[in-house]
């Protein structure tokens, strides 16, 4: 008997299950206003998604029994957050596609105030992402490091002789960055600024080179990075220069 698109063996299982429970414009936006990772009473979130609370109360029921959403309870009132960082960073990923495959439609700002050090700088896949990296990104391409282009895929770029300087002196090689079997460089929308960052090998192997140089450091927060008193010297001179 031939195999069928619903057969397990024929698609990551699970994968629907969760595109289904995103589908939804309501429960969407119950996700959307958690994405800064701060846990929302049942009330604030039914009237975020302008639901009735009968409604939000079935779509919190369903986001939770998904696995999307972590139930905790104070007292009276239920709260909900993002069930693990992991569920944060696919929604942030799955945003950016959005925002890449519809250019033209804005990604909206979560709701609440998205917290200081999340917002300054943080991971992004592999590469940094927040306040600082768009800073950055913004003056490397301001001052020629960095040549934008657009083509089918969007803005590409690529470094210039004065960027392969600079990036050498960071020890990146660039050669080795172009050879991988992945875009280069390119932007990645910022959720929390609004403007882009850089991503693709280069943008990882920045974080990678700025980490060995001792300016940013992993914290026990998922995602969230720290930069070191030598690394905020080292970005201050490189942004007033």
Known sequence: MPATLTDDNNHFPG?????AL?????????LWALMDGSARPAGELTMIAGLSPSAASAHLARLTDGGLLALEVRGRHWYF?????????????????????????SVPRPVRTVPVDMRY?????DH??????????EQMVERGLLAAHDNSRGISLEATAEGAARFADWGIDLSA???????FACTCPDWS?????????????????????????RTDRPRILRITPSGHRHFDAFLAS
């Open 177 to 183: 960055q172009k050879s991988r079997r992945r875009r």
């Open 121 to 125: 700088a943080r991971t992004c896949y």
């Open 22 to 30: 995103l589908a939804d414009p309501g429960r969407a936006a119950m």
């Open 15 to 19: 994968l629907s299950r969760i595109g």
């Open 81 to 105: 957050r993002m069930a693990s960082a992991d569920i944060t960073a696919s929604i942030e990923a799955l945003a950016n596609v959005a925002q890449v495959s519809a250019p033209q439609r």
């Open 193 to 217: 600024e609004r403007r882009p960052h850089l991503g693709g090998a280069l943008g990882a192997a920045l974080l990678d080179s700025w980490s060995k140089h001792g300016w940013v450091e």
């Open 128 to 137: 940094m992402a927040g306040e600082l990296s768009v800073r950055v990104f």
